[in-house]
């Protein structure tokens, strides 16, 4: 498949809808209709060579994927609009995790999704959400959104403040269930409760901590001292694990990471993990395998 068509495939078949609000000069307030327009504006850095071992890979945060709008900052950590590396499609059902950075005032205009779960993990500022069900919310640090797009919805997200920064973690999950009636699930949690522990945000249960999703997927967020170590085990044979750390240098089955690296594990029962530093971190558990 070449580059275009695999951009057209990627972006219009897989829940993924370039719009002019989006990703032009950015909106502010205003979403515009959804129109599906060819990829502009992404610069990026050339594709780099991912270390891949014989069960783990490790992503360099400078080997990110890098967008700069202006307005609209991002690191693409795997394979999105016109970052494209054939080594860094996914991992697993996890095929996106972006690192935004959104001006004050500004945002992403009213576009579709389908058959994709997103998760919104806000790290500073404030970002306001409404959506084609009728959701109008805004969610802070410590709050934890999910949507399953299923059989489509439209949706904005606008950085509600005209003087700060908004920075958040924009995730998608493929589902275990296409076509699912459309929803939405926003948590707020503690966030002391992640302090030299690793506290559930996301599970597949809706009577689990966190929020849930169509995915035999778990999230945890921790945020660690310098030299506190902790096991994570496995919650599913044959699923595996990946780390993106936030902040500070944390080992992770004896691999050194630091800020903003990513490391996924798979055919392993257990992660030993030690901060090096004190450091945050999540931890994203997902099956291997694509249905």
Excluded: C
């Amino acid at each position: 498949m070449d580059r275009k068509d695999f951009l057209k495939k990627g972006l219009l078949g897989t829940g993924m809808l370039v719009t002019a609000s989006a990703l032009g000069n950015g909106t502010a307030k205003e979403s515009e209709a959804a129109k599906a327009i060819e990829p502009i504006g992404f610069n990026h850095i050339p594709n780099t060579n991912s270390t891949i071992m014989a069960n783990t890979v490790l992503h360099k945060a400078d080997t990110r994927g890098h967008a700069n709008h202006g307005w609209l900052d991002s690191h693409h950590s795997f394979s999105f609009a016109n970052y494209y590396n054939p080594e860094r499609m996914h991992f697993g059902v996890l095929r996106v995790l972006n690192d935004d950075r959104v001006d004050p005032g500004m945002g992403f205009g009213k576009h579709p999704h389908d058959n994709m779960e997103i998760i919104s993990i806000p790290l500073e500022g404030d970002l306001e959400h409404k959506d084609s069900m009728g959701n109008t919310t805004v969610i802070r640090k410590g709050d934890v959104q999910a949507m399953s797009a299923g059989t489509g919805i439209f949706h904005s997200e606008y950085n509600k403040n005209t003087d700060k920064l908004t920075k958040f973690l924009q995730i998608w999950i493929f589902p275990n269930k296409k076509n699912v009636t459309p929803r939405y699930d926003q948590i707020t949690l503690d966030i002391k409760d992640r302090h030299n522990k690793l506290q559930q945000i996301l599970s597949p249960n809706p009577d689990d901590a966190g929020v849930w999703i169509h995915q035999d997927a778990w999230f945890h967020l921790a945020d660690f001292d310098k030299d506190f170590t902790a096991d994570y085990k496995i919650k599913k044979q044959g699923n595996g694990v990946y780390a993106f750390i936030l902040s500070g240098d944390v080992e992770i089955n004896g691999t050194a990471l630091n800020t903003r690296d990513g490391l996924g594990i798979w055919d392993v029962d257990s992660l030993h993990i030690k901060a090096t530093t004190d450091a945050e971190f999540l931890l994203m558990e997902v099956p291997m395998t694509v249905n």
